[in-house]
Every structure is written in structure tokens, then in C-alpha cells.
């Protein structure tokens, strides 16, 4: 498998504390909400209150957090962040009340916000002269390690003990410690040169703020399999219940094995713009399918949600492939870091509000509602083309993406 791994170095210490990190994320995923409301018995309705107030509460931490990585060093912020995050989720130990559970989700919440942030700047400047590549190589790595915690986390469901939950509780501290104990082996990196501009500039750079907004309204798509599909599947069609796992390793596999491959060719900022396009039309593709599955026999039912799935997962790997190109691309190098805090917030809003979305569209209107999620995510692949040339002519550090851009076509022609 040596040949799968980059070479001895920083990008594959990167990917070693990464791996580690994902499996314990894949832990928590799993069976987090299930922790909180069979071993700590708080309600779900509270779970789910307090998950949005720390959702809320954790959105401005990427910025700020981003921006000290790059006046201070991302190395050790990054590893900071990981210890906060590690000693918060062990804190769920001890929440056994609402607000001391709203305390330790929403310190967990805002480290992992800040350590994405973080983590920016390590990954331009080693991941190459592609950094963007070596994004989605290690997003493939992240979908590996958060299934093989996802399998671990099963063991703890199936015991369903206060002490099988308990390890997995600290078993997922543990990983953020340890991808925190990996990152003294990566090289220092020297802050780049601040340039003359307004401190908090990526709260004034209107183009990349209506990018981030784009973006959020795309990574709504995130939620479509882990909470719109379970629920329709069980309500509204006959297929087996079996098929949510199903349609989720389905989903994760692909990911594996052709994230990097879908990210290829998005080598500028105005491939990522097409490749925005292409993703919105996949999605309205694979909402059109999904709806149509009620009503039919059960192997018609589960042939169309998994075709679906198949047609969403391309939609999510070109996403996935625009997102980490015009995020970088458009980011000034001595900012990265909060730049990529205020890009987090585009995801972050997805998140706290993404799941209602859908529910009260999807679910609660049923089959019109696809289609007006699926045009959504047309309408705003669509503006993608135009948001990036705004935000290519706005920036200071636009002629070098326009000279990229003229030298791939020289090179093609």
C-alpha cells in the first residue's frame, strides 16, 4: 500500500494526523447523538437544541483562529486546537446536564472549526504546487478513517453499556490527542509577509463573502444522505431499510476512489466555477431520482435511490474539487488561514440549518419539495461562473490566477 501514501515527509505526517483525527470523528459521528441521549438520557429535542446553539456559537472561531495561524504559525495552532478539542470531548464524560453538555459540544464545536481554519495554511504550504490535489487526497483518507471508526462505533452501539460507551467517548479524545501528538514532526512554517490591506480582510472581500454564501447553499448537500434519504426512504417508499447503510457505503466508497481523481483537472479557478455547475445539475439529477422512488415496488424503489446516490456522489466530488480550488485560488497567501475560516462558514451555516431545510421540504412537503431542493442547487451551480469572475477581477492577487489560467490555455493550445 506504500504506493498509496505520498512521500516520507510533511504532506504524509499531514495525512497521519489526519487519519487518526478521522477515525475518531468517525466515533463520534456515528454514535454521538446516541451517547448523549441513551448513556447521559437527555432528550433528543435538547440534543438537537443544544448541537444548533453550538453550531451558532462555533462559527466565528475558524476566523479568528485562522487568523492568529497565519500572524502566528499554523503549526502550533493547528496542535493547540486538537488538544482543545480532545479535552472538550472528554468532557462529555461529566455532561450530565443540558447546559454542561451545550458547554463541552460547543468548546469541541468551535476547536474543530478552528483547527479546520488552521490547518490551511499547512496544507498550502506543503501540499505541493497543487495544494488543492493534496486537499482531496486527504479527503479520500478522511472518508477511510471515518468509516473504520464507524465500524468501531457500531461494537459500542450493538453493547449499548454505560462502560462501551464510555470508551467510546474517550477512544475518540484519544484520536485528537493523538493527531495532536504527530504534528511536532512536521517542520515549522514561517508566517507569510503581511500585506498592506485592512487587517480582517476577508470580512471585507465582498466577492469571496458571496462565494462563501454559494458554497453554504451547495454544502446543504452534505445532508441529503445522512438525513433527508433515511427519512424518505422509511416514510415514503417500500424499499428495505438495510439500504441507508447501503446508500451511505455506496456514497463512501466512491469518494475513496475517485475524489482524487474528480479534483484532477479543477486546477483553476474558473474550472472550479464549471465544476460548481456540473455538481448543482448532478444534484438536481439526483433529486428528481429520489423523488420518484415512492410509490413503486421495493426493487424499482431501491434501484432508483441507489442510481441517486451514484448521480448525488459525482455531484459531491466535483463540489467537494470547486470548493477546495476557488478557496485557495482566491485566498491571499499571507491570509490564508482566515480566509478559509470566513470559506468554513459557508459550511458551517449548512450545517446548523440544512437538516430543517430539508426536512420541512423534503419530508414534511414530500416529492415537490425535491424538486425545489434540486433547483436550488442548480440555481446556485449556475451563479457559480458568475461569483468567481467577480471575485477574480476583485482581487489584488487576480492577475496571477488570470496568468495560470493564460498559460493552461497556451499550454492546451
Known amino acids: 500500500m506504500a504506493y498509496l501514501l505520498p512521500a516520507p515527509g510533511p504532506q504524509r505526517t499531514l495525512v497521519a494526523s489526519n487519519f487518526v483525527y478521522t477515525v475518531g470523528s468517525g466515533l463520534y459521528l456515528t454514535a454521538g447523538v446516541l451517547y448523549f441521549t441513551h448513556d447521559r438520557h437527555l432528550p433528543p429535542a435538547q440534543v438537537g437544541l443544544g448541537l444548533g446553539i453550538a453550531g451558532i456559537l462555533a462559527l466565528a472561531s475558524g476566523i479568528a483562529v485562522g487568523h492568529l495561524a497565519d500572524r502566528r504559525g499554523a503549526r502550533g495552532v493547528y496542535a493547540a486546537s486538537l ?22 459540544v460547543s468548546v469541541a464545536t468551535g476547536a474543530k472549526g478552528a483547527g479546520n481554519a488552521a490547518r490551511g495554511p499547512l496544507i498550502r504550504h506543503h501540499g505541493g504546487d497543487r495544494p488543492q490535489a493534496f486537499r482531496a487526497y486527504l479527503r479520500a483518507v478522511t472518508n477511510i478513517g471515518i468509516s473504520l471508526g464507524a465500524v468501531l462505533a457500531g461494537w459500542a452501539v450493538q453493547v449499548g453499556s454505560h462502560s462501551a460507551y464510555q470508551i467510546l467517548v474517550i477512544g475518540n479524545a484519544l484520536a485528537f490527542a493523538a493527531s495532536a501528538a504527530v504534528l511536532p514532526l512536521l517542520p515549522p512554517v514561517a508566517p507569510e509577509p503581511a500585506a498592506n490591506g485592512p487587517r480582517w480582510g476577508a470580512l471585507r472581500d465582498r466577492p469571496y463573502l458571496a462565494l462563501t454564501l454559494l458554497d453554504g447553499v451547495m454544502a446543504i448537500q452534505f445532508k441529503v444522505l445522512t438525513v433527508a434519504v433515511p427519512l424518505w426512504l422509511v416514510a415514503a417508499t417500500t424499499a428495505p431499510h438495510w439500504l441507508i447503510s447501503g446508500t451511505m457505503l455506496l456514497n463512501t466508497v466512491i469518494v475513496i476512489a475517485f475524489q482524487v481523481r474528480a479534483s484532477r483537472n479543477v486546477d483553476t479557478s474558473a ?14 439529477v439526483s433529486c428528481a431520482l429520489i423523488s420518484l422512488s415512492a410509490g413503486i415496488p421495493a426493487w424499482a424503489a431501491a434501484t432508483l435511490l441507489l442510481t441517486a446516490v451514484v448521480v448525488h456522489t459525482l455531484g459531491e466530488l466535483w463540489h467537494a474539487a470547486a470548493g477546495f480550488e476557488v478557496s485557495f485560488a482566491l485566498a491571499p497567501k499571507h491570509a490564508t488561514g482566515q480566509y478559509l475560516g470566513v470559506f468554513g462558514l459557508g459550511a458551517g451555516l449548512a450545517e446548523a440549518a440544512g437538516p430543517s431545510l430539508l426536512i420541512a421540504l423534503c419530508i414534511t412537503w ?14 446556485a451551480g449556475l451563479a457559480a461562473p458568475l461569483v468567481v469572475g467577480w471575485a477574480q477581477r476583485h482581487q489584488p492577487h487576480a492577475p496571477q490566477v488570470h496568468a495560470k489560467a493564460a498559460a493552461r490555455q497556451s499550454a492546451a493550445s
Not at 271 to 281: E, P
Not at 366 to 379: D, I, N, S
Open 83 to 104: 488538544v482543545v478539542q480532545a479535552l472538550a470531548t472528554a468532557g462529555f464524560v461529566l455532561a450530565d446536564g443540558f447546559w454542561p453538555f451545550v458547554l463541552a
Open 271 to 284: 474550472a472550479g466555477a464549471l465544476a460548481y455547475r456540473r455538481s448543482g445539475v448532478a444534484f438536481l
Open 366 to 379: 414530500g416529492r415537490p419539495g425535491w424538486y425545489v431542493v434540486g433547483a436550488l442547487f442548480a440555481l
